[in-house]
């Protein structure tokens, strides 16, 4: 089954390919409703029919799933997906909410892991991740300044990924986002 994480991944796959290496991540979960805004600065591409599974800008298949799984997954518990192309230079806001009390809602899976999976896979992106509670925001993780923090250019030792993902997941449970939440 796919998780909020899985297609948390998939969205952030997407930044990558579009060669992005700032991207900003908010949360927030309030009356059940889960929202994710993803910001990046990759090439932005034209947004018309993007989850049509036949728009893709693969080479290796003619079909992308990633947007069209995810518009159902939102859409199914009566959220929705929305994507605004930022201008020529400045990439892609994607923004989805999901109701996690819905029957058909997916749970959120490890959404910190998605991170520190990232962050392996493709070091040269930096994250900001923002929780937004009663309107107040509150960034979690700020990987331009941890690194000056600890003097390092990549986030790379297993160590300081392991804390990255339980200082997320501390704070993602603060407002009520937990790995099994969702499951119907
Ligand atoms: N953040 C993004 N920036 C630029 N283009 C994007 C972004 N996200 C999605 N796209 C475009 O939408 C297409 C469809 O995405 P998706 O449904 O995930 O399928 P796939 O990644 O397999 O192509 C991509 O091929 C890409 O052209
Ligand atoms: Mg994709």
Known sequence: MRTIADHLFDILENSVNAHANKIMVTFSFCKNLFLCRVIDNGIA??????????????????????????????????????????GKRAGTSLEFVVNMTHID????????????????????IDFEIIVLKSKEEKKILDTIELKELLDVNILQDIEILNFVKEQLRKELLKIGINQQFGVS
């Open 105 to 124: 809602a997916r749970p959120f899976g490890d959404i910190s892991v998605v991170f520190t999976d990232v962050l392996r896979s493709w070091p040269g």
């Open 45 to 86: 591409t034209s947004l018309e029919n993007i989850t049509d599974p036949f728009v893709t800008s693969r080479k290796t298949r003619k079909v992308g799933l990633g947007l069209p799984l995810l518009k159902a997954t939102t859409e199914g518990t009566g959220g929705y997906l929305k994507m605004s192309k930022l």
